[in-house]
């Protein structure tokens, strides 16, 4: 614990030397690392410091959740201190918050709330006999570094119950992956736990005290890892804890009974009042007369009402009876357990069968199959929704039908809890931020400086409809608006530039970034959602801790020293040719630093470089683009963003601007050419004009191998044939060369309208070995050669000219 403590004040001195050293009037960029403690009791005032990079000027914590009240916000360079008044009813487990600052705002990070006093963990701890006593209710904020086991000790009666949560690798810090166990006085071990299906890879354990005495907590990382980063929460006390909750969900807006499972002094059963409308992350919290359970058990809020399985249901003759679309709800109580449930379909009903089992945190691996009135099975799944299955099932006939649930491993037990929900099909869209970075919140947010534009590409998922779609953001901070075109049908994302006026206040807010389909006859709309990994291992790349959110923050900034432009084209980008993008800075007096510029949305079958820069000092920059034969033709919005250093990464993009892509002007048809070396051939080219142009067109020949040269062509659009005169040399190699085609320029506007058209191969050939002298003839033999007009030359197409090759290397063949 002390090599801990050193090595992470070098390390946080270290972070807040270097960005005291980078710090000037304006931070850009700032970052956000860990919080800590890693969270804070509720209905206590508290601090909590968040550390990062680039937070000297942090204005506020954004809550994504409410019942905080931030009282006092100290910041620093690397860190910001914030005292947080937490309500009384505030919701316990998990929450998410971002730092907003002057300049911008962090990545999001979790903090945890619990019901019970916080302390801190006290070395020397390492030892069965040298434990820190702690009372009963607590939750211990402590680190397992390298080899290091934590022993707590604490008193309890005869028959009281001792439970312990530990929450490790749900705060998503580092591959933590903590066991703990509990110990009478004599280190015999009542209890352990690794990983209980209900906390992920953390866990959970209560035991009824046997008599009256110490009893000792245990705390450790599995394989007894462990570094400075390894951060825990351990709650210890006599609250219930059970894992499991059945029924696993209810009707909005109904009274439902429950059983919470797995507790050790039995079930406990409780009357629940659901809200009328969906709560994301619904969750019941455990409550006794002893107190409330740490966190929740998860919880589903659905339009229809439950079926509770009956036993013995164990077979299709005794199958539960059910009533669509009435949820299924039953628990696999023993190894071996299979529930079966029928009810009644008409032909051509459909429905989405959902089963929720380890998507509510039960130990179960569901298999769901579905059979007919004579037995048979008709559809089955097991993991279509990770862990869970799913499929859409359409009635063939009017009849009866059965399902079955069961575990993949045939196993059971309390915590064996399951829910199929049969859901109408639905029309859905969510919208969201595709990453920019692999495990990174690169570009997750939206800062948008005064005065100035920020582009980013948001995504639409649509299920069961198509169309186009409008954005709707609800709750933009004061002073921005969007600038976005609808969503065509067949696209899944679009650019959509923020804009802040030039006095729009220095503030933030989570933004319901909603979309909805474009026809008024159609009442679709969704909402936002994004992800973010916390905790993946190596090599594997499996997933252990990460968080959704259903919002994004949009922050104005203070303003930039710079702003950017694209130069709008004033000719198309054709299929199967390219373009230089003038890209523009207008940059305040005094800034030079140089602007990587890229282009992040681009349309299908368009093509540019990952990003250029504009040079320090300089203002202009050329993007180059490509389009393939297959690019879609239509008017296209893009958008350039820029990222400089002001003391840090800073962004602005341009505004939104066409992008027109059309059809060629004209296409070519080239011809194989053949020649040997250090001779001269036609290449020609056949050229068919869809768009008649003005002036003459200049056609380059490229991809030509070595020493092969032609001269620049002139193309009008009256012309039908266009021929090269191909010159080699004797060094040019042999062989054949392919890849050749042409470029066309046309100047339209005053622009370059650049082709690539064509494409042909040239076979290049060694000279025929000399043939031999002839014997001279006789002299009476000799016949006076009667003289002929010379005939006109004819160019020899691609097949006389094959045929004559071929005669030629017969004859010389002959000669030998």
């Known amino acids: 614990m002390r090599r801990w403590m050193r090595s992470t004040l070098l390390a946080t001195l270290t972070i807040c030397l270097l960005a005291e050293g980078m710090l000037t009037a304006q931070a850009a960029s700032p970052s956000l690392g860990v919080i800590l403690p890693r969270g804070l009791q509720r209905g206590k005032e508290s601090v909590l410091t968040f550390h990062g990079g680039q937070l000297a000027d942090a204005k506020e914590i954004m809550f994504f959740s409410p019942g905080f009240t931030v009282t006092k916000l100290e910041p620093s360079a690397g860190s910001v201190k914030a005292t947080i008044k937490v309500a009384p009813d505030c919701r316990l487990g998990e929450h998410v918050c971002h730092v907003r600052t002057a300049s911008g705002v962090t990545e999001y990070r979790t903090f945890y709330v619990g019901p019970f006093p916080e302390i801190k963990e006290k070395e020397p701890n390492t030892e069965f006999t040298t434990p820190q006593p702690i009372p009963m209710n607590v939750t211990v904020n402590g680190v397992i570094d390298s080899e290091d086991v934590d022993y ?16 490790g690798m749900r705060l998503g810090v580092t591959m933590f992956d903590p066991y703990i166990a509990i110990l009478d006085s004599k280190r015999f071990e009542l209890i352990t736990a690794d990983d209980t299906p209900l906390l992920k890879q953390d866990a959970a354990a209560s035991v009824i005290a046997p008599a009256d005495g110490k009893y000792y907590v245990q705390v450790r990382e599995t394989s007894y890892g462990g570094d400075g980063n390894c951060y825990y929460r351990l709650h210890v006390g006599d609250f219930p804890r059970p894992i499991a909750v059945y029924p696993a969900g209810g009707k909005l807006g109904d009274q439902v009974e429950v059983r919470f499972l797995g507790d050790p002094t039995g079930d406990i059963v409780k009357k629940v009042k659901l809200p009328n409308q969906q709560i994301a992350n619904y969750e019941l919290v455990p409550e006794d007369k002893t107190g409330t359970a740490p966190s929740g058990i998860p919880f589903r809020l659905s339009d229809h009402g439950n079926v509770l399985e009956k036993e013995p249901n164990n077979s299709i003759k005794d199958a539960t009876p059910a009533e669509l679309p009435m949820a299924l709800n039953g ?121 100035n534009k920020f582009g980013a590409l948001m995504s639409a998922g649509r299920e069961n409809f198509g169309g186009d779609l409008l954005m709707d953001p609800k709750g933009m901070p004061k002073g921005v608006k969007i600038l976005a075109d609808p969503m065509p049908g067949n696209a899944s994302t679009m650019p959509v530039v923020f804009e802040a006026a030039k006095d729009a206040p220095l503030a933030g807010s989570l933004v319901d970034f909603q979309a909805r389909v474009a026809d008024p006859k159609q009442k679709i709309t969704g909402g936002f959602f994004n992800h973010a990994e916390f905790v993946i291992s190596a090599p594997g790349q499996s997933l252990y801790s990460w968080c959704d959110v259903d919002r994004v923050a949009v922050v104005v900034c203070e303003e930039l020293p710079y702003t950017l432009e694209i130069v709008e084209p004033k000719v198309p980008l054709v299929q199967g040719g390219s373009m230089q993008l003038k890209i523009r800075a207008h940059r305040k007096k005094g800034f030079t630093e140089p602007i990587n510029v890229q282009v992040p949305f681009l349309p299908p079958g368009v093509g540019g470089v990952p990003a250029v820069d504009i040079p320090k000092g300089q203002d202009e920059v050329l993007f180059p683009l490509n389009a393939n034969g297959g690019a879609e033709v239509k008017k296209w919005k893009i958008f350039a963003l820029g990222q400089a250093n002001v003391n840090g990464a800073a962004y602005a993009s341009s505004n939104l601007t066409n992008l027109e892509i059309a059809p060629p002007y004209l296409q070519f048809n080239m011809q194989r050419a053949a020649v040997e070396q250090g001779q001269s051939t036609d290449l020609v080219c056949s050229v068919t004009i869809n768009k008649p142009f003005k002036g003459a067109a200049k056609v380059d020949v490229l991809g030509l191998p070595p020493k092969v040269l032609t001269p620049q062509g002139d193309l009008k659009a009256d012309m039908k044939d266009l021929i090269f005169k191909l010159k080699t040399d004797k060094a040019s190699p042999a062989g054949t060369h392919r890849n050749i085609f042409c470029q066309v320029v046309i100047m339209e506007n005053g622009e370059p309208v650049l082709h690539n058209v064509g494409g042909t191969e040239l076979r290049i050939d060694q000279p025929l070995p000399a043939a031999p002298k002839p014997t001279a003839a006789p002299a009476a033999a000799a016949k006076v050669a009667k003289k002929e007009p010379p005939k006109s030359e004819k160019r020899l197409t691609r097949l006389e000219q094959l045929r004559l090759d071929a005669k030629q290397k017969s004859q010389a063949s002959a000669s030998k």
């Open 152 to 167: 707590f000790v604490l008193d309890a009666k005869k028959g009281q119950r001792i439970s312990v949560e530990i929450e």
């Open 331 to 451: 628990i696999l109580e023993k190894p071996g357990d299979v529930d079966f449930f029928k009810f009644k379909m008409k032909k051509g009903e459909t429905y989405e069968v959902e089963c929720y089992g380890r998507r509510l945190r039960s130990a179960i691996d569901p298999v769901m199959i579905l059979y007919n009135a004579a037995g048979q099975g008709l559809v089955s799944n097991d993991d279509s929704r990770g862990p869970d299955p799913y499929f859409r099932f359409t009635a063939p006939a009017d009849g009866e039908y059965f399902l079955s649930v069961y575990d993949h491993l045939q196993r059971g037990g309390p915590g064996f809890v399951y829910r199929v929900e049969f859901q109408p099909i639905e029309s859905k869209v969510t919208t969201g931020l595709p990453q920019v970075a692999r495990y990174s919140q690169l570009r997750q947010q939206i800062y948008v400086a005064r005065g």
